[in-house]
């Protein structure tokens, strides 16, 4: 990837984080952990991979995506809005009374929502079934899901990789969000899925295990998913939860909960000294 492109990526994350903190503040409520772990992955499948129109949202030829770690939702909506989609001063209304933002996604009421969401493990399957539709059709749109890493304790997400695999849904491209931490404490600790490459390969899936937030690796990801024939992909991206945010990051205390005005403060300098830094 050209290093001007990878900057241009940077930055964008970075707003993206910067509105993700903007939301969560402002309803003193939310999933802000998980919502920065995901930014540069949203920031590269809305600016570089996705086949996407903000002007025409419905449009029946587009990419789809399923969040389905829909309580994430600040950070979909951030990187919706800073592609325009909606004015990324609407952010500040996330989970309002009467805000089209609400906890989770709602394909009815916000462009480019593509799947409503929020109970674990059905959005994949949602996914699973944009991907054989585009199959029976005969279109060559592709699907993307983003899982959380605790998701995949779910049953519905197994059904889903069973079914995907024995469809042979080569369109479909689960990411897993692998940040180690989930609301009630360290992954491994709670309820491990681990293996993870090794379940997803038993279904017949085609596994890539990444490190996340490096554009390079999403570059190189995302295009052998494409050159993958007869097999849907899955993406493990071992990422750090509250990335970008000194004191969320890696911590599981800031899972769901909202950043008081001291914090607040303290994110948003420290995420607008980095935007300025990129800029120089």
Known sequence: MQETTKKQLQKTACE???????????????????????????????????????????????????????????????????????????????????????????????????????????????????????KINGADNRVYAILGDGECEEGQVWEAAMFAGHKKLDNLCAIVDYNGLQIDGKLDEVCSPEPLDKKFEAFGWNVIVIDAHDFDNYEAAFEAAKQCKGKPTAIIQKSVKGKGVSYMENSVAWHGAAPNDEQYEVAMNELKAALKEMEA
Do not use: W
């Open 16 to 134: 993206i984080r910067l509105g993700i903190i903007e939301a969560v503040h402002s309803a003193k409520s939310g999933h802000p952990g998980g919502s920065l772990s995901i930014a540069d992955l949203l920031t590269y499948l809305y600016f570089v991979e996705m086949k996407i129109n903000p002007q025409n949202p419905k449009d029946e030829n587009r990419d789809r995506l399923v969040l389905s770690k829909g309580h994430c939702s600040p950070g979909l909506y951030s990187a919706l809005a800073n592609r325009g989609y909606f004015p990324v001063d609407e952010l500040k209304t996330f989970r309002h009374i009467g805000s089209r933002l609400q906890g989770h996604p709602d394909m009815k009421g916000i462009p480019g929502v593509d799947m409503s969401s929020g109970s674990l493990g059905q959005g994949i399957s949602a996914a699973c079934g944009m991907a054989l539709g585009a």
